[in-house]
Structure formats: C-alpha cells, structure tokens
C-alpha cells in the first residue's frame, strides 16, 4: 500500500464520501459526550476558598518619631534625634567628636576662616533623592542636618511627604541654616549643593548655603586615605577607619524607589530604614571630621602612611612647619616604604631651602641602607660634583649604579651614563 493510500485511510477517504461523514459525526459526538461527563464532574467537586489579605498600612508616626510642621510654604514632616554624649558611634563616643582641631578642620577645606570658628558653628547636611543622577527632575525628600549642642549630637530631618511638600521643607532648612556659619557634606560639592541650589530657584527662595564656607569631606578622605582603602566611599571610611559597622543598612541605589512606594501606597515601613541610613550618614560625618582633623593635626596613633599624607597636605596648602614635623617624626619608620618616603620629601624641602647639610645627610642614610637606591645616589652624586666637588666620591656612587644597578630604566641608566662621563673629564680619569 502506498503512502498516498494509508492518508486516505486514515482521515477517512478510502472509504467513500458516505461512510467518511458518517465515521466523523461518530467521533465529534463522542468528543462531546467526553466533555459533557468531564464538566459534570467538575461542577461536583468543592470550590476552593481563597482569602485575600489587605496589605498593612503603617502610617509615618508609628515608623518615624516626628511631628508635622507648617510654614509659609505649606506643611512637611519634621523628625529630631539626640545622640548623648556618651552614645557611642563605631570606636568613638559622641563626646569625644566634639573636640577636633579646628585648624586643622580649616586646613581640610581649604577655608582659613574656618579656623576660628567653634564646632558648634557647624552644620552637617546629607540627602537623599528621588533619582541619583541630579537634573531639575530630582527631588531631595529628606535633608538631614546635625549640630553639636555641647558634648551632645542633634539629627534633625526634612521630610516631604509629597512633591508639593518641597517649598515647605526648603523653607525650613534655611530657618535651621541661619543659625550656623560653615557647611560639612560629603560629596556635597558635587551632588547635594547643586541640587539644593536648583531646588532653590525652582522654587523661587533665597538659597542660605550659597556662600557659607564648605568642608566637603569626600576630598580630604581621598588625599588621606585613599592609598589604603579600595574606594573611599562614606560606607568604606565608616567600616575601615571609623570603626562603624552597619547592620541591615539600605542600599543607596534602594532608596529612591522605597520613596516612590511611599506615594503609591501611603505605607511608611519602607521608609524607616531609610531615616535610619540618612541619621548614621549625618553622625557618620562628625565623626571623620574628628578623625581627618587628629590626623592632620597631630599624627599621633595614626597608621604612618595616613601621616605621610598629612604631611604632603600640609605641604601643598603652603603649611611647611607642620609637615616637617610630621616628616621628621617618619624617617625612621618601622615601615621602609614610609621611611623612604619621608626622607625623599623631607631632603628635598631641605634642598628647596638650602639647607644642604641637612639633605645630604638624608641621602648617605638612605644609601647606606640600600646602596643602590636611585633617588639618593642622583641627589648625592649631584651634591658632591656641584656642592663639594669631590668628583672621584661622586664617581664611585655613579659607577656602582651603572654596574650594579639592574633595576634602572634604560632612561635611568643613559642619565647615569652621561654623568659618568662628565664627572670623569672633571677628574681627569
């Protein structure tokens, strides 16, 4: 039988117009009567119940301590928070964040004003928005502010409730900001100023921060801590510097959509953990104030390479007599990448200043160390041809590198060449 033959057969062909009908009614009427007995089963059996349970509303108050508040811009929520004296905040006490430096606070900021003003003149300012990208679309629905009372700690925080709830808290923060006289953010030169100053304008208000002096620590933590950290994000500085480790914190990419959920759906439990993030960011802020402005001002119980860095920030901000000291106090580091460190910049200061004696005496140590370390053979050997003109002490150094030294550069290597030769015309050999 052919392949054609056994297709007729089986839909029903081969066996003539007739019989073919009469073979499909049979079967669509025991589909049917298939069916029919299925859905009869079906209507015997018990419906399932399902219970719907609404989703608990929990309303600000009762996830936030805080009261609302009316000005002449409108209504918004306010929340105050007192860290006593004695609360401790990763390996510190909120007392003992109430005593930095204040020179050397002014010296972080690049501000010499700041240098006469109490902590206390001090206002701690972070944010957080609807969107982390800044643009006149972004809304900053809390500010959260901080101040020293005394040896106490004060979290105040702007909340609004909704977007027409931003004149209001925008017009509370400058009642607040009047009462201090220099700015502390991190990273607020870069993100929450800028996007304040719009909110400002947009709303059409004076904008009280424009102008006060700014500590803006993202920066000073990078030139002092940078070198040992993988990043120097607040989190990381909290973590490995301050001591503070955050337990369940929300992710700061997290928290504009917890907002969003707020105005969808009136539940505040999204919200408390957001406060709670923006608060430790506030406290966070004195306590790096406290622990850069130790650094930079006295060193002590520092790990050496953060006060190597101090001492290069002295030095670039035109404050030699404090860099020296530090400089002094590392040449003989128990670490030698610090000890060199700090002899390479201390020799050359005394170099700049010529006080030659002193810097040479820098180089033969660090020589006698390691015989071959470029730096000091370069400084001695120029110091001996040009100062001393002891040619034939400079030749020995020069020569034992180019012998010696399998470390140089090519670079390297032709410039101790060249004064090869000149120290050799100059001697006579």
């Known amino acids: 039988m052919s392949v054609k033959d056994r297709l007729k057969r089986m839909t029903g062909e081969a066996a003539g117009p007739g019989k073919a009908d009469a073979s499909r009614s049979e079967v669509i009427g025991e589909l049917r009567r298939k069916i029919d007995a299925i859905m009869s089963r079906r209507e015997s059996y018990p419906r399932a119940t399902v219970t719907f349970r609404p989703r608990e509303i929990r309303p600000l108050p009762e996830v936030v301590t805080g009261e609302e508040v009316e000005n002449a811009r409108g209504k918004c929520f306010f929340s105050r928070t007192l860290f006593g004296a004695r609360t401790s905040h990763g390996s510190s006490e909120i007392a003992c964040l109430a005593r930095p430096d204040m020179n050397a606070a002014a010296l972080l900021a690049g501000q010499p004003g700041i240098g006469g003003m109490a902590i206390s003149d001090a206002l701690f300012l972070d944010t957080e928005t609807t969107g982390l990208s800044g643009g006149t679309g972004t809304l900053a629905f809390?500010?959260?502010?901080?101040?020293?009372?005394?040896?106490?700690?004060?979290?105040?925080?702007?909340?609004?409730?909704?977007?027409?709830?931003?004149?209001?808290?925008?017009?509370?923060?400058?009642?607040?900001?009047?009462?201090?006289?220099?700015?502390?953010?991190?990273?607020?030169?870069?993100?929450?100023?800028?996007?304040?100053?719009?909110?400002?304008?947009?709303?059409?208000?004076?904008?009280?921060?424009?102008?006060?002096?700014?500590?803006?620590?993202?920066?000073?933590?990078?030139?002092?801590?940078?070198?040992?950290?993988?990043?120097?994000?607040?989190?990381?500085?909290?973590?490995?510097?301050?001591?503070?480790?955050?337990?369940?914190?929300?992710?700061?990419?997290?928290?504009?959509?917890?907002?969003?959920?707020?105005?969808?759906?009136?539940?505040?439990?999204?919200?408390?953990?957001?406060f709670h993030h923006n608060r430790l960011d506030v406290v966070s802020m004195a306590a790096l104030v406290m622990h850069l402005s130790h650094l930079v001002g006295a060193g002590e119980g520092h790990p050496h390479a953060d006060v190597l860095a101090a001492s290069r920030l002295h030095l670039h901000q035109g404050c030699p007599g404090v860099a020296i000291a530090l400089l002094e106090g590392l040449v003989d580091s128990p670490d030698p990448a610090v000890t060199r460190e700090a002899r390479i910049a201390l020799s050359l200061f005394r170099k700049r200043r010529g006080l030659w004696t002193g810097a040479a005496a820098l180089w033969e140590a660090m020589l006698s160390e390691d015989p071959l370390d470029l730096f000091a053979a370069e400084e001695l050997a120029k110091w001996l041809e040009h100062r001393q003109r002891d040619c034939p002490r400079a030749l020995v150094i020069v020569e034992r590198v180019l012998r010696e030294g399998g470390c140089a550069s090519l670079e390297e290597r032709e410039a101790f060449a060249r004064r090869l030769a000149r120290l050799k015309r100059k001697s006579g050999v």
Do not use: K
């Open 142 to 274: 809390l500010v959260g502010l901080g101040w020293f009372e005394g040896e106490d700690f004060v979290v105040c925080q702007l909340f609004a409730r909704d977007y027409h709830e931003e004149g209001a808290l925008l017009t509370l923060l400058d009642e607040i900001a009047r009462d201090r006289r220099f700015l502390v953010t991190f990273n607020g030169r870069g993100f929450d100023l800028t996007l304040l100053a719009a909110r400002f304008i947009l709303n059409r208000l004076p904008n009280p921060l424009s102008g006060m002096p700014h500590l803006d620590l993202l920066f000073p933590s990078r030139r002092l801590l940078a070198h040992r950290l993988e990043n120097c994000r607040l989190g990381t500085l909290e973590s490995q510097v301050l001591g503070l480790r955050r337990e369940g914190d929300v992710p700061g990419f997290e928290i504009p959509g917890r907002y969003f959920d707020w105005l969808r759906t009136g539940d505040a439990s999204p919200l408390e953990e957001v």
